[in-house]
Every structure is written in C-alpha cells, then in structure tokens.
C-alpha cells in the first residue's frame, strides 16, 4: 500500500512536470522577433555566435544614434576582436569604436542584468532590444524584467543551431529547470 502512494505520488509529480515543461517549450518558439525601430541593443553572450549575428543586426541599422551593449564577454574579448570579426569591413571601426561598449564582470545571467541596468542608465536609455537564444530568453525576461522597472524590453531571439539533437534537449531541460529556480528565487524575494 505504502508503495502505491509512492508510486502516484512519482506518477503525479513526472505528469506535473512534463505539463509545465511543455509550456515552457511552447514560450521558447512564441518570441514574435522585432526591433520596433529601437537603436538601442544588449546581447547575452554565451550560445552559438550570438556577438555575431548581434553585430549583423546592428550594423545594419541606417541611425547614426545607435548603441550595443555585449554582456558577459570572456577574457581577452575587446573591441580590438570585434575588429577582426569585422575585418572584411573597415567602415565598421568607427561604429565599434563609437557605439559599442563591451562589460566583462557578468557570469550568469543574473549579473548580466545588473551590468546592463548600469550601462542603461549611463546613456538615459528607456528601451532597449534584448538578444539572446530562444531557449535563454525565457529567464533572460524574467531577470531583466525584476530589476528593470520602467524600461521597455523587446526580445529578438536566435535559434539554436546546435546540429546535435541531443545536447539540444539537453539545453532546453537544462534551462526549464533554470527559468523555475529563478522564478521562485526573484517572487520569493518579493513577497
């Protein structure tokens, strides 16, 4: 008898998850992407060529006001590297020089926002477009939104290109369970 309750009790608990989880797979493919004519950029480092396909986006646009902000980069990453990544254009430097400011300090994603609020701050920002992979967004939103209080955030999403299937799931497992730690830490925080 004991372990037939142990058993629903698991049963319930594996069907609660995989509902919630489903959800939170659904939230990864639901960002609609848009700039909403906003010039003002902060990109998560940490997936697959997110500075790159950033700096596409970016250097694209035609405002001379426009501003990036690359959170999180690892050691030896400056503007002298964003530089060589956009060697083939020379006309690039000066944007990179101007308008692009790069912070080291930030190792997770909570950190990163805090950075990011200072660099926002700074340059009198009241909206910005967030960039990030799809399966990050969901936390990302979550950490930026509980500290950002009156600045308008757009997400732009890239889709992971990891061809291995596997370590996919592994990703999106491994971020759901990520996304619900800091969803209890920041409302437990706030009563």
Wanted: net charge positive; aromatic share 16%; charged share 20%.
């Amino acid at each position: 008898m004991i372990k037939k309750k142990y058993l629903f009790l698991i049963s319930l608990v594996l069907i609660v998850l995989v509902i919630d989880y489903s959800f939170f797979y659904k939230k990864i493919f639901n960002y609609k992407n848009n700039l909403n004519f906003n010039n003002n950029f902060i990109v998560l480092t940490g997936g697959n060529n997110r500075v790159k396909k950033s700096l596409n986006i970016f250097f694209q646009l035609e405002n001379k006001n426009k501003n990036l902000f690359i959170s999180g980069v690892g050691k030896g990453f400056n503007k002298k590297t964003l530089k060589k990544i956009t060697q083939r254009n020379p006309n690039y430097n000066k944007i990179i020089d101007c308008c692009i400011q790069i912070e080291g300090i930030s190792r997770n994603t909570f950190s990163n926002a805090v950075e990011s609020l200072k660099w926002v701050k700074s340059k009198k920002i009241n909206s910005f477009v967030l960039l990030t992979n799809n399966y990050h967004m969901p936390r990302a939103m979550l950490e930026f939104k509980s500290i950002f209080k009156d600045i308008k955030i757009t997400p732009y999403v890239f889709i992971d290109e990891n061809k291995i299937w596997w370590k996919t799931i592994i990703n999106y497992i491994s971020e759901y369970f990520k996304y619900n730690l800091t969803y209890l830490r920041i409302n437990l925080l706030q009563f």
